[in-house]
């Protein structure tokens, strides 16, 4: 029981810990704190030491309740035995919160966490090492919470510190890039983003050997980045050799390594190649199954992650529902919300066809993202797609396109104040919601290959929920026509009769519901005189077009980028043109302008010219 014996045993099982071998970890840890106790009965700083070791550990392999208890049995110890703001205590508190942020207790998190920061500033100073690890952690906190202005400061202000105190160069510093940059991949701001996470990497390359497990890190983050940008080459290059690097430090089993599985499995489902994103879902999984208690949250999150490229790929969708209800049942008894789950367990319902669990799930899902704290806008949008897709297929037109409205200003919220409102008078607003799906779908198809884009499920699934808005929008003004006046029952009847039965069978229209449509229509010109119809006949235009022209529309928009996969997901506004030309047959084309900010100011230094040459 020398106390030098046990400092090595600890110092041992700190280096295994590292190496993800928990069970040599945990065994020498127990042995230490027996060792402390025996050595120093009653309270003493080196028996809260070992407390807080072993929670740790107990934290790391889910023995959560175990690792509560060891940490609050340290802190009441050296609140007893120490002065009131010394550092030990913080270091405690820092622990309990990064445990209460695994329990999804948030509120917690934040009160101990912010106390743990109060005390190092009190007792380092309100520029140390100690702050900027302490503002690390408050910035993941606000990260998970989706408060990315809060989490931002936090970041930016370690970054600062650390740059301040050890120079620009230090690997401190690299890490806060890391933590800054991944935070803007959240946010959408991946050309800034790109640009930390390469300044991190050059500092971990000069500061440690090539191959090292700090690089590691620095590739895993910045490969899956370029996946997100739809640079697939040099992601897949970026994260091979991540997990190269990995292996080479760890061996084949490391917590680590799972994470860069699980990140080449995120890159390869965005190419479209399922069974090589399923290949590194399972490797990912089996790593931490090999490595942690199948009740532990890291193991439930690659549970639902497989599921969810299983049921990408189309397979195995048995086993994709075992994994999920085993990954539900984890996280809930957890006490997680597990609302991400509950809704792709509803999505792999919807998709077989068993439209009353997914309804139940899919309602569930909705109502814990509801509830949970920050903006969960997107996930909500999503929920409510797979909720209006189930109403449409039932034949419930104008119930889906309630839901798809609802949805829409989810996911819209949070962009430019910009709010869908489901009312009567946004319901008549055919050309509002067009826009929106115009600039949906236009953003789609410009972050798309040109090869990719026929098959895009993207596309695919904004032509299916543009068709039911569509269909909503017809059937309410329809409604409204029948009872408003009788001379157009029949028509409003037939354009309805056919419009349905396009959407039965799969499709936005036919040419008997358009022909329908149409002959509606033109009825309702007639009877407003000097009101355009908004059935166009294309080659009737063309034809009253003078030889060698063209006709152009000249349309500015926002687009939205769903590649950004988080609140923030507007392009900056663009000018398009359509053009329509005067030679038969020609289709009409869609052209990209450019950035409208700067012909703005073109356009606006012209005209000062011609206001100015006027004078």
């Given at each position: 029981?020398?106390?030098?014996?046990?400092?090595?045993?600890?110092?041992l099982?700190?280096?295994?810990m590292h190496l993800s071998?928990y069970?040599?970890a945990r065994e020498?840890?127990?042995?230490?704190?027996?060792?402390a106790?025996t050595?120093h009965q009653?309270?003493?700083?080196?028996?809260a030491?070992?407390?807080?070791?072993l929670g740790?550990i107990?934290s790391?392999?889910?023995?959560?309740?175990?690792?509560?208890?060891e940490?609050d049995?340290a802190?009441?110890?050296?609140r007893r035995?120490?002065?009131?703001?010394?550092?030990?205590i913080?270091h405690t508190?820092?622990?309990?919160a990064l445990?209460?942020f695994t329990?999804?207790?948030?509120?917690?998190s934040?009160?101990?966490?912010?106390?743990?920061?109060?005390?190092?500033?009190?007792?380092f100073g309100?520029?140390s090492?100690?702050v900027a690890?302490g503002?690390?952690n408050l910035?993941?906190?606000?990260?998970?919470?989706?408060?990315?202005?809060?989490s931002?400061s936090?970041?930016?202000?370690?970054?600062?510190?650390?740059?301040?105190?050890e120079?620009?160069?230090?690997?401190?510093?690299?890490?806060?890039?890391?933590?800054?940059?991944n935070l803007l991949v959240?946010?959408?701001?991946?050309?800034e983003?790109?640009?930390?996470?390469?300044r991190?990497?050059a500092i971990?390359?000069?500061?440690?050997?090539?191959?090292?497990?700090d690089?590691?890190?620095s590739?895993n983050?910045l490969?899956?980045?370029?996946?997100?940008?739809?640079r697939?080459?040099?992601?897949l290059?970026?994260?091979n050799?991540?997990?190269a690097?990995?292996?080479?430090v760890?061996g084949p089993s490391?917590l680590q390594l799972?994470?860069?599985?699980?990140?080449?499995?995120?890159?390869?489902?965005l190419?479209g190649?399922?069974?090589d994103?399923e290949a590194h879902?399972?490797a990912a999984?089996t790593?931490?199954n090999?490595?942690l208690?199948?009740?532990?949250?890291?193991v439930?999150?690659?549970?639902?992650?497989?599921?969810?490229?299983?049921i990408?790929?189309g397979?195995h969708?048995?086993?994709a529902?075992?994994?999920?209800k085993?990954?539900?049942?984890t996280?809930?008894?957890?006490?997680?919300?597990a609302?991400?789950t509950?809704?792709v367990?509803?999505?792999l319902?919807?998709i077989?066809g068993k439209?009353?669990?997914a309804?139940?799930?899919?309602?569930?899902?909705?109502?814990k993202?509801r509830?949970?704290?920050g903006?969960?806008?997107?996930?909500?949008?999503?929920?409510l797609?797979?909720l209006g897709?189930?109403?449409?297929?039932?034949?419930r037109?104008?119930?889906?396109f309630d839901?798809f409205?609802k949805?829409?200003d989810?996911?819209?919220r949070?962009?430019?104040?910009y709010?869908?409102?489901a009312?009567?008078?946004?319901?008549s607003?055919f050309?509002?919601?067009?826009?929106?799906?115009?600039?949906?779908a236009m953003?789609a198809a410009?972050?798309?290959?040109?090869s990719?884009v026929?098959?895009?499920?993207?596309l695919r699934?904004?032509?299916?929920?543009?068709?039911?808005?569509?269909?909503g929008?017809?059937?309410?003004?329809?409604g409204?026509?029948?009872?408003?006046?009788?001379?157009?029952q029949?028509?409003?009847?037939?354009?309805r009769?056919t419009?349905?039965?396009a959407?039965?069978r799969?499709?936005?229209?036919?040419?008997?519901?358009?022909?329908?449509?149409?002959e509606l229509?033109?009825a309702l010109?007639?009877q407003?005189p000097?009101?355009?119809?908004s059935?166009?006949?294309?080659?009737?235009?063309?034809?009253?077009?003078?030889?060698?022209?063209?006709?152009v529309e000249?349309?500015?928009?926002?687009?939205?980028n769903?590649?950004a996969?988080?609140?923030r997901?507007?392009d900056?506004d663009?000018?398009?043109?359509w053009?329509?030309?005067s030679?038969?047959g020609s289709h009409a084309e869609?052209i990209f302008?450019g950035?409208a900010?700067s012909?703005?100011?073109?356009i606006k230094s012209?005209?000062?010219a011609?206001?100015e040459?006027?004078r």
């Amino acid at each position: 029981h020398h106390p030098f014996i046990t400092l090595a045993r600890n110092n041992l099982a700190l280096l295994w810990m590292h190496l993800s071998r928990y069970k040599e970890a945990r065994e020498a840890l127990v042995a230490c704190l027996a060792e402390a106790r025996t050595a120093h009965q009653g309270d003493h700083p080196f028996v809260a030491t070992a407390l807080n070791n072993l929670g740790d550990i107990d934290s790391e392999v889910g023995k959560y309740k175990e690792a509560r208890a060891e940490f609050d049995e340290a802190l009441a110890m050296q609140r007893r035995i120490l002065p009131e703001n010394h550092p030990e205590i913080a270091h405690t508190l820092n622990n309990l919160a990064l445990l209460e942020f695994t329990l999804e207790d948030f509120k917690a998190s934040e009160r101990d966490q912010t106390e743990a920061l109060k005390i190092r500033r009190a007792a380092f100073g309100p520029k140390s090492v100690e702050v900027a690890q302490g503002l690390n952690n408050l910035g993941a906190l606000y990260q998970e919470e989706t408060r990315y202005v809060d989490s931002e400061s936090a970041y930016r202000q370690a970054v600062d510190i650390y740059s301040q105190l050890e120079g620009d160069g230090h690997p401190d510093v690299a890490m806060s890039f890391d933590n800054l940059g991944n935070l803007l991949v959240k946010m959408g701001r991946y050309p800034e983003a790109e640009g930390l996470l390469r300044r991190a990497l050059a500092i971990r390359h000069a500061a440690f050997p090539k191959g090292s497990a700090d690089e590691a890190t620095s590739l895993n983050n910045l490969g899956l980045l370029l996946g997100r940008m739809g640079r697939f080459d040099e992601a897949l290059s970026t994260l091979n050799e991540s997990v190269a690097e990995y292996t080479k430090v760890f061996g084949p089993s490391h917590l680590q390594l799972a994470n860069a599985h699980g990140n080449l499995a995120i890159v390869l489902s965005l190419m479209g190649r399922w069974p090589d994103a399923e290949a590194h879902s399972r490797a990912a999984l089996t790593t931490v199954n090999s490595l942690l208690p199948p009740e532990t949250a890291e193991v439930a999150t690659r549970e639902a992650n497989l599921a969810s490229d299983l049921i990408a790929e189309g397979t195995h969708l048995d086993e994709a529902e075992i994994l999920l209800k085993q990954a539900q049942s984890t996280q809930e008894g957890l006490g997680h919300d597990a609302a991400a789950t509950i809704e792709v367990r509803g999505h792999l319902a919807l998709i077989q066809g068993k439209l009353d669990v997914a309804e139940t799930l899919l309602k569930q899902g909705e109502e814990k993202l509801r509830r949970r704290p920050g903006d969960n806008s997107a996930d909500i949008a999503l929920t409510l797609s797979d909720l209006g897709e189930i109403q449409a297929r039932r034949g419930r037109w104008e119930d889906a396109f309630d839901i798809f409205t609802k949805g829409l200003d989810d996911r819209l919220r949070a962009l430019d104040g910009y709010r869908f409102e489901a009312s009567e008078s946004a319901v008549s607003s055919f050309g509002e919601i067009a826009r929106i799906y115009l600039a949906m779908a236009m953003s789609a198809a410009k972050h798309l290959k040109p090869s990719d884009v026929a098959d895009s499920t993207l596309l695919r699934t904004l032509r299916q929920k543009g068709a039911a808005i569509d269909a909503g929008v017809r059937l309410r003004q329809i409604g409204r026509l029948q009872a408003s006046d009788p001379k157009l029952q029949k028509l409003a009847a037939e354009a309805r009769r056919t419009r349905e039965a396009a959407l039965t069978r799969g499709g936005a229209t036919t040419p008997e519901s358009d022909a329908a449509e149409a002959e509606l229509n033109r009825a309702l010109t007639a009877q407003k005189p000097g009101v355009l119809s908004s059935a166009v006949d294309v080659e009737k235009v063309r034809a009253g077009l003078p030889p060698e022209t063209a006709l152009v529309e000249f349309l500015k928009i926002s687009g939205v980028n769903f590649f950004a996969n988080d609140a923030r997901m507007v392009d900056p506004d663009e000018y398009v043109a359509w053009v329509l030309r005067s030679e038969p047959g020609s289709h009409a084309e869609l052209i990209f302008l450019g950035p409208a900010a700067s012909i703005d100011a073109s356009i606006k230094s012209l005209r000062l010219a011609f206001a100015e040459g006027g004078r």
